[in-house]
């Protein structure tokens, strides 16, 4: 008589469990082939060549984004950057929506050495909302390839840089936020960084 209750919780546990690993399961944002997924903003230069993405500045140097087709609110992004320049910089936004090539969200810092890889900008709003201690520069690889990885669960976003805690930061404002996760050219010229092993797993 104390098989059906056993069963009942042995089943529930199973899938339960199986439902958690489904949630969980990493989505890759970028094919290695094509931009699929993607939609290009702006006039700068966005392609793939070797299995890697490319974001190049062209002619125009102005602000440029490669941004998902689809919203993603609160996750674990994994991916891996390589700065082939040492002028300009670049930046992972999250919540984020472009007109033109205005954009609205928030950034994770991707920049030359000393200038806050890591660190959180918020464009056409409050400027700066945390940088790298001092001491967290160093981590950064010019001309390697370095292992970013974005947190963010409601208004906590939290970064790492090659396994090392950048900043972390809880901020209502964040947490409302909607829309794409992006790529940024800034403008200026003369940037050429390379993209790699693009992985979200939503939370």
Do not use: C
């Not at 890697?52 to 689809?70: N, R, V």
């Not at 390589?82 to 999250?94: A, D, L, P, R, Y």
């Not at 609205?104 to 890889?117: D, I």
């Not at 809880?170 to 390379?194: T, V």
């Amino acid at each position: 008589m104390y098989l059906k209750p056993i069963a009942a919780i042995l089943l529930f546990a199973l899938f339960f469990t199986s439902h958690s690993i489904t949630a969980q399961k990493k989505i890759s944002l970028f094919n290695g082939k094509d931009l699929s997924g993607w939609t290009i903003y702006g006039t700068e230069k966005w392609y793939v060549k070797d299995g890697l993405l490319i974001s190049e500045s062209g002619p125009d140097k102005e602000y440029g984004y490669l941004a998902t087709d689809k919203h993603y609110k609160n996750f674990e992004l994994s991916l891996q950057f390589k700065q082939e320049t040492n002028n300009g910089n670049s930046g992972v936004f999250i919540r984020s929506t472009i007109e033109g090539v205005k954009v609205s969200g928030w950034q994770v810092e991707v920049a030359p050495p000393n200038l806050h890889t890591g660190g959180i900008y918020e464009s056409y709003g409050r400027g700066w909302l945390i940088k790298p201690d001092p001491e967290k520069e160093s981590v950064l690889k010019p001309g390697k390839w370095n292992t970013l990885k974005i947190r963010a669960i409601n208004g906590k976003i939290t970064s790492w840089l090659n396994g090392v805690q950048m900043v972390t930061i809880d901020d209502e404002k964040i947490g409302a936020g909607k829309g794409s996760i992006a790529l940024q050219i800034h403008s200026g010229g003369g940037i050429l960084i390379k993209w790699r092993k693009l992985k979200l797993k939503p939370l």
